[in-house]
């Protein structure tokens, strides 16, 4: 059902936006500690993002019902017949280029073959940590997966 279906899609973009909100709480945590350092770190801070994405609703005109005896001639009115969850495309080559660096069923980083891949997936887990302490263990993303290019 649309009640079933929206339900659904509206908590998939409530999660990116807290995703999205953790992601940027980590990262001012990275900056706050880089700035307060006597040196810069002796490695590359990766700089990822989530996918942008947005609901879509799609509205049909049905014309109100007024109350017997009104004056007033009746208006349409939008009622919402479907939803959508629109994402950003991830523009890939091949299926190798699509990479799952953590799986949502362990926080163990999945094991790659690419060096570079490697300190992702180690940047990633880092960050978990970081969103569990900040959260007092109440929150970490998991599941990090995305488009991987050298």
């Not at 307060?36 to 609703?57: K, M, T, Y």
């Not at 891949?117 to 007092?136: C, D, K, P, S």
Request: glycine letters at 6%; hydrophobic letters at 40%; one cysteine or more.
């Amino acid at each position: 059902t649309l009640k079933d279906e929206s339900s659904i899609l509206y908590c998939e973009a409530n999660m990116l936006y807290w995703a999205k909100a953790l992601l940027k709480m980590t990262y001012d945590f990275i900056d706050c500690a880089v700035q307060g350092a006597e040196a810069s770190p002796p490695f590359n801070i990766p700089h990822l993002h989530f996918v942008d994405a947005g609901l879509l609703l799609m509205y049909s005109s049905a014309a109100v019902a007024l109350p017997e005896g009104s004056k007033c001639p009746a208006k349409p009115s939008g009622m919402v017949c479907t939803m959508f969850l629109a994402k950003e495309l991830i523009p890939t080559m091949s299926d190798a280029d699509f990479i799952k660096y953590i799986h949502n069923g362990n926080t163990e980083p999945c094991d790659l073959i690419s060096a570079r891949a490697e300190e992702i997936t180690l940047f990633l887990a880092f960050m978990q940590h970081v969103q569990y302490t900040r959260t007092g263990g109440q929150v970490y993303i998991s599941n990090y997966q995305g488009k991987f290019t050298v």
